[in-house]
């Protein structure tokens, strides 16, 4: 069936770099754009980013734009997102998620990964 | 505005129907879509586009949209259905994706 799991979540000091990953499984993952979500704790969803289905185009939530860079390797069906500069506000749960239509960006986003826990201490 | 607001909470009876709705400027261009999510797990896809539903998703869920205001509507609420629940949509600009703060369904 089709599943996303992400990796690569941990505690960072502020200024630092992480890189998380979402290997995708069970559909053709070259053929769909993907985002990146996330949830501070006790909060609401917030959208972070999307890349096309061949990583032409890419978007950002503007909170992260120039910070984080989303990119894809379709031959090994997996999704990244590098985190910069990371900031304490940057805590969350940071989810990945596939886009509902084949090759368009539809905005529409199912499945969901189970997340990965990025934490960023005071 | 690119800002989609929704009412913090609402409460129905076993078995009786609840409307959750979504509010911003943006949907009077695109279309929003739902998404549940239950404590501690990652949110699922409800509904989507004008009124679609992703296959294993109960028909009791079921969507609307007029002006600048978009409907979820949950006929028959089961016990399963207490969960948050969050719209989204395109920003103004189309480039990018708008979360409401959710709407905490709760089932008496």
């Known amino acids: 069936q089709v599943q996303l799991v992400e990796s690569g979540g941990g505690v960072v000091q502020p200024g630092r770099s992480l890189t998380l990953a979402c290997a995708a499984a069970?559909?053709?993952?070259?053929?769909?754009?993907m985002h990146w979500v996330r949830q501070a704790p006790g909060k609401g969803l917030e959208w972070v980013a999307v890349?096309?289905?061949?990583?032409?185009?890419?978007n950002y939530a503007d909170s992260v734009k120039g910070r984080f860079t989303i990119s894809r390797d379709n031959s090994k069906g997996t999704l990244y997102l590098q985190m910069n500069s990371l900031r304490v506000e940057d805590t969350a749960i940071y989810y990945c998620?596939?886009?509902?239509?084949?090759?368009?960006?539809?905005?529409?986003?199912?499945?969901w990964g189970q997340g990965a826990l990025v934490t960023v201490p005071s | 505005s690119s800002e989609l607001t929704q009412d913090p909470g609402v409460s129905v009876a076993l078995g009786q129907t609840v409307r959750i709705t979504c509010r911003g400027d943006?949907?009077?261009?695109?279309?929003a879509s739902w998404y549940q999510q239950k404590p501690g797990q990652a949110p699922i896809l409800v509904i989507f586009?004008?009124?679609d539903r992703p296959s294993g998703i109960p028909d009791r869920f079921s969507g609307s949209s007029s002006g600048d205001t978009a409907s979820l509507t949950i006929t028959g609420a089961q016990a399963e259905d207490e969960a948050d629940y969050y719209c989204?949509?395109?920003?103004?600009?189309?480039?990018?994706?708008?979360f409401g703060a959710g709407t905490k369904v709760t089932v008496l």
């Open positions: 998620a596939r886009d509902v239509e084949i090759v368009i960006i539809s905005w529409w986003l199912d499945p």
């Open positions: 989204n949509s395109r920003d103004s600009s189309g480039e990018h994706l708008v």
């Open positions: 943006s949907l009077r261009i695109y279309y």
């Open positions: 069970g559909f053709t993952f070259s053929n769909y754009a």
């Open positions: 890349i096309s289905y061949d990583g032409t185009k890419k």
């Open positions: 586009g004008k009124n």
